[in-house]
């Protein structure tokens, strides 16, 4: 009912800078939030940073100050634009919709993923 695709994402030196994309699409109504979350290898996977329908952006402690998340309403997508990148950065990045479908019931769809490799 709701297909969530990322694009965006690559190999990028330390210190360098990438910007990933994230569109919804299907039987949408609205769009409670959309964010962003990643996992590294071993690791679980975590939050980055989500937005929400008129309210502030939240994000994690990690990224703070050099990752960015912003939303075009009308395009149904997200981005996530990610400056001062470090090796740690490095993971899946996967994007999150939170939907209210036109039936009027809550989904929340997940996309396939894309990977951030930083490295030198």
């Known amino acids: 009912q709701v297909q969530v695709v990322e694009s965006g994402g690559g190999l990028v030196q330390p210190g360098g800078s990438l910007r990933l994309s994230c569109a919804a699409s299907?039987?949408?109504?609205?769009?409670?939030?959309m964010g962003w979350y990643r996992q590294a290898p071993g690791k679980q996977r975590e939050l980055v940073a989500v937005?929400?329908?008129?309210?502030?952006?939240t994000y994690a402690e990690s990224v703070k100050g050099r990752f960015t998340i912003s939303r075009d309403n009308a395009k149904n997508t997200v981005y996530l634009q990610m400056s001062t990148l470090k090796p740690e950065d490095t993971a899946v990045y996967f994007c999150?919709?939170?939907?209210?479908?036109?039936?009027?019931?809550?989904?929340?769809?997940w996309g396939q993923g894309t990977q951030v490799t930083v490295s030198s």
């Open positions: 999150n919709a939170e939907v209210i479908l036109t039936s009027r019931s809550t989904v929340i769809s």
């Open positions: 299907g039987s949408i109504f609205s769009i409670n939030a």
């Open positions: 937005i929400r329908s008129g309210g502030m952006p």
